[in-house]
């Protein structure tokens, strides 16, 4: 048989039948290698093992999965580890993603599966080191593999039969058929493409979550092909520092791939945030009140969350106040605060404001309007917004309220956490009567909802007032 010889680039992988200082694709120098390729001597029609089947015919298999105890983990791709399926979970670096899969390697291992953790990131000891401060007491049934061979990784899958298999990480395994350098888009793709392998196979299904790391343009590293080959990508955001996380997947095959699950960095690892509503709010007694506080309802993904949006305002003398938002893009703030000095009659030229949400959490809806701005009402008036109350609409540049989507999925959300009054944009209920408990309020413009407060602008405060009157 007869051995042909080609070159291959070894960072995009594009290949020449003769050596080229400089690749036509990439624009890389010296980056080709010689490698041999054999030609295929059997027909495809001697190799095929499978046979095409009618769509009715074909078993779905949407029970089969490895639930976790994990909540959060298990909303986010769409209820649990499907067995036969492929995900790359990707973060910036001090993000929590092994402290992740440790945890989850020993919910599922508790579960009665083996698992299999292969890092070339990190020796056996460090691995025990993580596990001993954020697990309870390992589990027998959790294999550590430290090597960067992906070759001896699928021997030890063999050897081992594991029900789950994680990678940590993808960038850092290599296989001895390819000469290329770890991380290199060959050797990425082709390792992956061989855990695909063992993930599809029909007699033996697995389940394999592969580290993929992760750019300075907060990409995945590598071929976009990597995303394209894998069933589900999860991404893992969160700033070194904070204890906030949130995941969320931007490809799920067998889910939303809008749903984002929230958790908390602690000492003890990634905690589940079961109910959201709860953390991004202020528990407080029963009638304490603080001024600059109100409350909104915001969606990720299918599930909607209460939200508390919190203001200071303070006297500037200096010509230029200051306008921070921790939450929110300082155009929209400012947006925010010109529609409050021309529609809501109240003079803000000579206020430093900061906005801030407890918890981190960054708005991104329209439907926090409402909120932002009665927070900063409530704060120049230094009159506090009884905690009983939230407001769920966008306001316009007219004065107007606007209707926000999903509002019936808000409101339930509002009155299963018990409270009592909502604020929202006319003709936006369709029947307001199924809530015993809520009393919805439905006004037409943000003037409306600061008189329905008692927070009437005081006629020496603002010139507005002033000019409506002589006319």
């Given at each position: 048989?007869?051995?042909?010889?080609?070159?291959?680039?070894?960072?995009?992988?594009?290949?020449?039948?003769?050596?080229?200082?400089?690749?036509?694709?990439?624009?890389?120098?010296?980056?080709?290698?010689?490698?041999?390729?054999?030609?295929?001597?059997?027909?495809?029609?001697?190799?095929?093992?499978?046979?095409?089947?009618?769509?009715?015919?074909?078993?779905?298999?949407?029970?089969?999965?490895?639930?976790?105890?994990?909540?959060?983990?298990?909303?986010?791709?769409?209820?649990?580890?499907?067995?036969d399926s492929i995900i790359i979970l990707t973060a910036r670096p001090g993000a929590g993603k092994s402290t992740l899969l440790l945890q989850v390697a020993d919910d599922v291992a508790s579960k009665g599966y083996k698992v299999l953790y292969a890092s070339a990131e990190e020796s056996d000891s460090q691995i025990k080191n993580r596990s001993d401060r954020i697990l309870k007491e390992s589990k027998s049934d959790i294999w550590i593999y430290s090597d960067t061979s992906m070759n001896h990784v699928l021997a030890s899958i063999e050897e081992l039969d594991p029900d789950l298999i994680i990678i940590d990480s993808i960038q850092t395994f290599t296989?001895?058929?390819?000469?290329?350098?770890?991380?290199?888009?060959?050797?990425?793709?082709?390792?992956?493409?061989?855990?695909?392998?063992?993930?599809?196979?029909?007699?033996?299904?697995?389940?394999?979550?592969?580290?993929?790391?992760?750019?300075?343009?907060?990409?995945?590293?590598?071929?976009?092909?990597?995303?394209?080959?894998?069933?589900?990508?999860?991404?893992?955001?969160?700033?070194?520092?904070?204890?906030?996380?949130?995941?969320?997947?931007?490809?799920?095959?067998?889910?939303?791939?809008?749903?984002?699950?929230?958790?908390?960095?602690?000492?003890?690892?990634?905690?589940?945030?079961?109910?959201?509503?709860?953390?991004?709010?202020?528990?407080?007694?029963?009638?304490?009140?603080?001024?600059?506080?109100?409350?909104?309802?915001?969606?990720?993904?299918?599930?909607?969350?209460?939200?508390?949006?919190?203001?200071?305002?303070?006297?500037?003398?200096?010509?230029?106040?200051?306008?921070?938002?921790?939450?929110?893009?300082?155009?929209?703030?400012?947006?925010?605060?010109?529609?409050?000095?021309?529609?809501?009659?109240?003079?803000?030229?000579?206020?430093?404001?900061?906005?801030?949400?407890?918890?981190?959490?960054?708005?991104?809806?329209?439907?926090?309007?409402?909120?932002?701005?009665?927070?900063?009402?409530?704060?120049?008036?230094?009159?506090?917004?009884?905690?009983?109350?939230?407001?769920?609409?966008?306001?316009?540049?007219?004065?107007?309220?606007?209707?926000?989507?999903?509002?019936?999925?808000?409101?339930?959300?509002?009155?299963?956490?018990?409270?009592?009054?909502?604020?929202?944009?006319?003709?936006?209920?369709?029947?307001?009567?199924?809530?015993?408990?809520?009393?919805?309020?439905?006004?037409?413009?943000?003037?409306?909802?600061?008189?329905?407060?008692?927070?009437?602008?005081?006629?020496?405060?603002?010139?507005?007032?002033?000019?409506?009157?002589?006319?």
């Amino acid at each position: 048989m007869k051995i042909k010889v080609i070159y291959r680039c070894s960072n995009c992988g594009s290949e020449s039948p003769r050596w080229l200082g400089k690749c036509p694709k990439c624009e890389e120098w010296n980056t080709f290698e010689e490698s041999e390729s054999q030609p295929k001597t059997m027909s495809s029609q001697s190799k095929r093992k499978t046979y095409p089947k009618k769509l009715s015919d074909v078993l779905a298999g949407n029970s089969d999965r490895i639930v976790t105890s994990i909540s959060e983990f298990n909303r986010v791709l769409g209820g649990g580890i499907v067995k036969d399926s492929i995900i790359i979970l990707t973060a910036r670096p001090g993000a929590g993603k092994s402290t992740l899969l440790l945890q989850v390697a020993d919910d599922v291992a508790s579960k009665g599966y083996k698992v299999l953790y292969a890092s070339a990131e990190e020796s056996d000891s460090q691995i025990k080191n993580r596990s001993d401060r954020i697990l309870k007491e390992s589990k027998s049934d959790i294999w550590i593999y430290s090597d960067t061979s992906m070759n001896h990784v699928l021997a030890s899958i063999e050897e081992l039969d594991p029900d789950l298999i994680i990678i940590d990480s993808i960038q850092t395994f290599t296989l001895d058929e390819h000469n290329s350098r770890p991380g290199s888009p060959i050797q990425t793709m082709e390792c992956a493409s061989e855990l695909l392998k063992v993930a599809k196979n029909s007699k033996r299904p697995r389940a394999v979550i592969m580290v993929g790391q992760m750019t300075k343009d907060d990409e995945i590293a590598g071929l976009r092909a990597l995303e394209h080959l894998v069933d589900a990508v999860l991404i893992l955001n969160g700033e070194n520092g904070e204890e906030l996380r949130g995941a969320w997947c931007s490809k799920n095959r067998f889910g939303s791939t809008g749903e984002i699950g929230f958790f908390s960095m602690t000492e003890q690892g990634m905690l589940s945030i079961d109910n959201p509503s709860e953390f991004f709010m202020t528990q407080r007694g029963q009638g304490q009140t603080v001024s600059g506080s109100a409350l909104a309802v915001i969606k990720e993904g299918t599930r909607p969350i209460i939200v508390e949006v919190e203001s200071l305002v303070s006297k500037s003398f200096t010509p230029y106040p200051s306008r921070i938002a921790e939450c929110l893009r300082r155009d929209q703030l400012n947006t925010l605060i010109s529609i409050l000095e021309q529609r809501g009659k109240i003079n803000l030229y000579d206020k430093n404001i900061v906005i801030k949400t407890t918890g981190g959490l960054q708005l991104r809806e329209q439907s926090v309007s409402l909120a932002i701005i009665m927070c900063i009402v409530s704060s120049v008036k230094d009159k506090a917004i009884p905690n009983d109350i939230v407001f769920v609409a966008d306001v316009g540049l007219t004065g107007e309220l606007k209707k926000v989507p999903s509002i019936e999925a808000r409101i339930r959300e509002i009155d299963r956490m018990g409270f009592k009054r909502v604020y929202v944009a006319k003709n936006t209920v369709r029947d307001a009567s199924r809530f015993k408990n809520l009393k919805i309020v439905e006004l037409n413009t943000l003037y409306d909802v600061i008189m329905d407060l008692n927070m009437k602008p005081a006629k020496a405060d603002n010139e507005f007032h002033i000019i409506e009157e002589l006319n």
